[in-house]
C-alpha cells in the first residue's frame, strides 16, 4: 500500500467487492438447476467468503482481495459482454475445472495447520511465493467461472462502476484511494451484448485500425458496400477491438436493422432496449437523451439500409432520428450499409475486396486443402475476391467434401450457380436483398434489365455512352446513379461496371434472346460499320474502339457460339479487328473459331485475311505468313486477280519479316505484273514500294531507291497521303543506309509533316524512330532521345511497337555508358516481347543484354576508369541492320 492511512479505506472497498462477489455466487447457486454448477458455486461462495473473512483481520492479506476485486471486474465485464442460451460442453468443462481447482486450494489450506488456517497461514512470510501462486490460480478459474458460468446460467449482477481499481497488474500491488464500488439496486445489466466478433477477419487489420482512429476519436463512420462484401464483419471486429473495449467498456451496442420493420417507433423501441434506456415506446430521442448522454457509447446500427432507403414509408423520420444520434458528442455511431444516403457528418469509408492473399487464407479456414492452389486462386480471382463468394465456395466444397479438382470441374459448369450451401446461404439472397429494395423497385420494371445489359459487358458501359446505348430511358443519368447509390455498381476509369459474382447473378441466361441486350448489339454493330480510311476526317473518331475492346469481344464471341452463322455478325467481326489493326493492335479470342469456318463459308477468307493482319501488328510473322498462304490457295481457286494481287503484296511482306528476300522479291513481282495488267496505279505502287524494302533489307539500295522513288511518283499529291507518307518514310530509310543523311532527313521531315495533319500515330511512331535510328547513329544523342521519346507517346496502344522503341531506348543509352538505365531499358523490352511470344527479336535483346552485362563487368574490373572500357564496343551495337529488330518498320498496310 502506498501509505497506512491509504489502507482502511482501500480495504474497505475491497470488502465492498468481495461481498457484492459473494451475493452474486450465491444467487447463482440458488438458481442453477444443475448440480455440477451448484457444486462449484458453492466452493466459490466458500472461498470468497474465507477470503473476506481472513481480511477482516489480516491485513498482509489484502493484496490477494484485491486481485479478487479486480476478478470482479472480469465477472462485469463478461456479463455485459457475452450472453448465451444454456450452457455447452466447454461449460461444462469449465465448471469441473473450476470446482477442482478451488477444492484442490482448500485440500492444501487445511494441510497447513488445523488451527487458525487462515490467520496463521497468511501471517508466515516464507509462505509468501505460495500465496501468489494461489492467487494466480484463483484469478485464472474464476475469470472461466465468470464468462462461462455465471452468464450461461443467466446470473444477473450488479452495474459495478467502471475503473474501481487502478494498478500495475491483476497482483493489485497498489490500490487507489477512489476504489469504492458503487452498486446499481437491481441487478440486470443495461443494454443488450452484442453479437461476438468473426472468428477471422483477414486482410482487414488496415481498415480495422483507421476506424478504431475515427471511434476513437467520436467520428461517426459508414461503412458502404455491396452486399456480402464484409461490413459486418469489418463492424464487430472493431467491435471487439482491444482498444475500443478499453474505450467503451461494456457500452458497446450492436443493433440489426433489417430484424425489424422499417418505422420511427420501431428502430426508437429498439434504442431504447439496446442501450438500457426502459423507455417504452419512445416518440423521439427526448426521453432517450438521458441514458444517451450519460456515459461515452459505441452504436452499431448494422443493414442501415433497411431503414434508410428513401424511398421507404417512414424514410424521413428515421433518417433526422439516424442523424441526430450521429451529432452526439459522447457517442460513436457506426452505420453498415448497402446504400450511400448517409448522414453528412458520417465518414464514408467503402469496404473493399480481400486481396488474393487474404482471399486465399478465408477460402482454406475453411476448405483446408493445398493440392494445385493456383487452380483455387483461379476461381477466387473470377470472383473478384468478393468475401461472401469465396466463403460460400469454400463451404460448398467443404459440405460436399470436395477435392480441389472436383470443385474447379463443379465451377466450369455452374459458375456462380454453385455458391448455395446446405442451409440455403446463398450469393441469390444477397442479391435479392438489394433488388427488392423500396429504391430499387422504384426505378420501374425495366430497371433489372438494364442493371442485366451492364452486367453482361466485362468492362461495365461507358458512362458516356448511356444515352447512345440506352435510348428509350431518357432518365438513364438517374438511373445509373441510384444503382451506384444502392452499391448495385460502381464506377470505374469512367465505366459503370459491377463486382464479378453480381455480374455473373445478373447476367442474362440466355443473351441472344435478350431484347434490350440485342438492341445494344446491333448499336455497337452500327458503330463499327465505317469506312476505315485513314484519309477521313473522322477517322480519329473510331479510336473508341482503344477503351470498349473487351465489351466489343465479349459480344461478338457470345452472338458467334452455337453455330451463329448471320451476317451482320460476321461483318462485325470483320469490321472489329479492322478498329483493333488500326488502334490497339492485339490478337483476339475469336481467333479460333474464325479458323474452324469451313473453307466455303462467306466469311471465312475475309475474317482469315484479318486475322493474319493482326497477326502481323504483333510481329507473329510465321502465323501471319500461314494464314496467308491459305488465303492465297483459296483466293487463286475462285480467281479473283485483284485479291490475289493484294494477297500476293502481303505475303511478300511477310516474307520480307522472316528474312526471306528473294522468295518476297519473287512474290512482290508477281503481285506488280497483275496491277499492271489491270491498269491499278495505285496497286503498283504498294507493289514498288514493298520491291523498295526487301531490296532496302538485301542490301540492294540501288535497286530499293529507284524502285521507292518510282512509286511515289505514281501517287498524287491528293487522295493518297496515308500511302505517300509511308512511301517517304523508306526512301528516307534508304539514304540513310546510303549514308545520304540530308536526303534522309528530308524525307523523314515529310513523312512527318503529312502523318501530324492527320494524327496517324503509326505512322508517326515509325518516323520517329526512324529518326531516333538516323541521330544516333550520327552521334546526336539529344536529338535521338527527342524523336525516341515521341515514338513511345505514339505507341502507348501498342505493346510491340512501344518494346521495340524502348529497345531502341536501351541501345541509345549503350551507347552512352549509361549502363544501369540501358540494362533497364533492355530488361523491360525483353519482357514485353516474352509476352507477345515475338521470338525473331529476343535474341537481339539477350545479345544487347550480354554486352551491357559485359561492358558492366570491365568497368567494375577497371574501378571506372575509361581504360577498363576500352575494346568493349561502346561506339557499335549488335548487328541487326538486316533483322526486325531495326528494320525499316512496316510497308503502308490497306
Request: proline share 4%; hydrophobic share 40%; charged share 25%.
Amino acid at each position: 500500500m502506498d501509505t497506512k492511512s491509504q489502507q482502511p479505506k482501500a480495504r474497505e472497498g475491497v470488502l465492498s467487492m468481495l461481498n457484492v462477489a459473494i451475493e452474486a455466487v450465491n444467487l447463482a447457486k440458488n438458481i442453477s438447476a444443475i448440480a455440477p454448477a451448484q457444486a462449484a458455486f458453492g466452493s466459490a461462495s466458500t472461498l470468497l467468503t474465507m477470503i473476506r473473512d481472513s481480511m477482516a483481520n489480516e491485513q498482509d492479506y489484502v493484496d490477494l482481495g484485491v486481485s479478487c476485486a479486480d476478478v470482479c471486474q472480469a465477472l462485469d465485464r463478461g456479463i455485459t459482454e457475452r450472453r448465451l442460451d444454456g450452457l455447452s460442453s466447454s461449460v461444462l468443462g469449465a465448471i469441473r475445472q473450476l470446482t477442482a481447482t478451488v477444492a484442490e486450494i482448500l485440500r492444501k489450506i487445511a494441510e497447513r495447520g488445523k488451527r487458525n488456517t487462515v490467520s496463521r497461514l497468511f501471517h508466515a512470510k516464507d509462505d509468501k511465493d505460495t500465496i501468489a501462486a494461489w492467487r494466480q490460480d484463483l484469478i485464472r478459474v474464476i475469470h472461466v467461472f465468470n464468462t462461462e458460468l455465471a452468464i450461461n446460467t443467466h446470473v444477473m449482477v450488479a452495474d459495478i462502476h467502471r475503473n474501481v481499481l487502478t494498478g500495475q497488474d491483476t497482483c493489485g500491488k497498489h490500490c487507489s484511494t477512489q476504489a469504492t464500488p458503487v452498486l446499481q439496486p437491481h441487478n440486470v445489466p443495461p443494454g443488450e451484448l452484442p453479437p461476438p466478433p468473426p472468428r477471422a477477419c483477414f486482410g482487414r487489420n488496415e481498415l480495422i485500425e483507421r476506424i478504431v482512429g475515427l471511434a476513437e476519436s467520436f467520428n461517426p463512420i459508414a461503412l458502404v458496400g455491396a452486399g456480402g462484401i464484409g461490413k459486418t464483419s469489418v463492424a464487430l471486429a472493431v467491435l471487439h477491438h482491444a482498444r475500443i473495449k478499453k474505450r467503451f467498456g461494456s457500452n458497446r451496442r450492436f443493433i440489426r436493422c433489417d430484424q425489424f420493420p422499417a418505422s420511427r417507433s420501431n428502430f426508437l423501441g429498439r434504442l431504447s432496449k439496446v442501450i438500457g434506456a426502459g423507455v417504452e415506446n419512445p416518440e423521439d430521442l427526448t426521453p432517450l437523451r438521458p441514458s444517451l448522454s450519460a456515459t461515452e457509447m459505441f452504436v452499431i446500427l448494422d443493414n442501415a439500409e433497411s431503414i434508410l432507403d428513401p424511398q421507404g414509408a417512414n424514410a424521413q423520420e428515421i433518417y433526422g432520428v439516424v442523424e441526430e444520434l450521429s451529432q452526439f458528442d459522447n457517442i460513436c455511431l457506426c452505420i453498415t450499409t448497402r446504400i450511400t444516403t448517409i448522414p453528412p457528418d458520417c465518414k464514408r469509408l467503402d469496404v473493399p475486396t480481400l486481396s488474393m492473399d487474404a482471399a486465399y487464407h478465408a477460402f482454406h479456414r475453411i476448405q483446408d486443402n493445398d493440392e494445385q492452389p493456383d487452380l483455387i486462386n483461379d476461381i477466387l480471382k473470377q470472383l473478384d475476391f468478393h468475401p461472401l463468394s469465396v466463403t460460400l465456395l469454400a463451404t460448398v466444397a467443404h459440405q460436399n467434401n470436395w477435392d480441389n479438382n472436383r470443385l474447379v470441374r463443379e465451377w466450369e459448369q455452374r459458375q456462380t450457380g454453385l455458391l448455395r450451401t446446405e442451409h440455403n446461404k446463398s450469393l441469390a439472397a444477397t442479391m435479392e436483398l438489394s433488388l427488392t429494395s423500396p429504391m430499387f423497385q422504384e426505378l420501374g420494371s425495366d430497371a433489372r434489365d438494364v442493371l442485366s445489359v451492364v452486367a453482361f459487358f466485362p468492362q461495365g458501359v461507358d458512362e458516356n455512352n448511356l444515352g447512345w446505348l440506352f435510348p428509350t430511358f431518357p432518365n438513364g443519368t438517374v438511373v445509373f446513379d441510384k444503382f451506384c447509390i444502392l452499391s448495385l455498381t460502381y464506377r470505374n476509369n469512367g465505366f459503370i461496371t459491377m463486382l464479378a459474382p453480381l455480374r455473373d447473378y445478373l447476367c442474362p441466361k440466355d443473351p441472344k434472346s435478350f431484347p434490350l441486350l440485342c438492341a445494344t448489339k446491333e448499336r455497337y454493330f452500327t458503330r463499327m460499320s465505317v469506312n476505315l480510311d485513314p484519309h477521313c476526317p473522322g477517322f480519329g473518331d473510331t479510336r473508341w474502339i482503344t477503351s470498349e475492346d473487351v465489351n466489343v469481344e465479349h459480344l461478338l464471341d457470345i452472338f458467334t457460339s452455337n453455330g451463329a452463322d448471320s451476317d451482320d455478325v460476321w461483318e462485325a467481326c470483320i469490321n472489329f479487328m479492322k478498329l483493333l489493326f488500326w488502334h490497339k493492335r492485339r490478337l483476339t479470342v475469336l481467333g479460333p473459331k474464325i479458323e474452324l469456318l469451313p473453307d466455303d463459308h462467306s466469311f471465312k477468307l475475309e475474317c482469315t485475311y484479318e486475322l493474319s493482319r493482326l497477326f502481323y501488328s504483333v510481329g507473329d510473322h510465321v502465323e501471319q505468313k500461314r494464314l496467308l498462304s491459305h488465303v492465297l490457295e483459296l483466293m487463286r481457286e475462285r480467281g479473283d486477280d485483284r485479291v490475289v494481287a493484294r494477297v500476293l503484296s502481303r505475303l511478300s511482306d511477310a516474307n520480307r519479316l522472316l528474312g526471306r528476300h528473294k522468295e518476297g522479291i519473287e512474290l512482290a513481282k508477281e503481285a506488280l505484273e497483275i496491277h499492271g495488267r489491270l491498269d491499278d496505279t495505285v496497286g503498283k505502287a504498294r507493289c514498288l514500294n514493298g520491291l523498295a524494302c526487301l531490296m532496302f533489307e538485301d542490301e540492294q539500295l540501288d535497286a530499293a531507291e529507284e524502285a521507292a522513288s518510282r512509286a511515289i511518283k505514281l501517287l498524287p499529291e491528293k487522295g493518297e497521303e496515308f500511302l505517300l507518307c509511308g512511301f517517304h518514310r523508306v526512301l528516307g530509310n534508304i539514304y540513310h543506309s546510303k549514308d545520304e543523311t540530308g536526303k534522309a532527313i528530308e524525307h523523314f521531315e515529310t513523312a512527318l509533316g503529312i502523318a501530324s495533319a492527320f494524327d496517324w500515330h503509326n505512322e508517326l511512331f515509325w518516323t520517329h524512330y526512324s529518326l531516333a535510328k538516323l541521330f544516333s547513329e550520327e552521334g546526336r544523342l539529344g536529338d535521338a532521345h527527342a524523336h525516341i521519346e515521341q515514338a513511345k507517346s505514339h505507341a502507348v496502344d501498342n505493346a510491340y511497337d512501344l518494346g521495340r522503341a524502348i529497345f531502341l531506348q536501351a541501345r541509345i543509352w549503350y551507347r552512352q555508358r549509361r549502363l544501369k538505365e540501358a540494362m533497364s531499358e533492355a530488361l523491360r523490352a525483353l519482357e514485353i516481347f516474352e509476352k507477345l511470344g515475338v521470338t525473331n527479336i529476343l535474341e537481339a535483346c539477350k545479345s544487347l543484354l550480354g554486352n551491357i552485362e559485359q561492358s558492366m563487368k570491365s568497368w567494375s574490373t577497371s574501378g571506372g576508369s575509361d581504360s577498363g572500357v576500352r575494346g568493349t564496343s561502346f561506339g557499335t551495337l549488335p548487328s541487326t541492320t538486316q533483322s526486325t529488330a531495326l528494320g525499316s518498320g512496316p510497308i503502308p498496310y490497306s
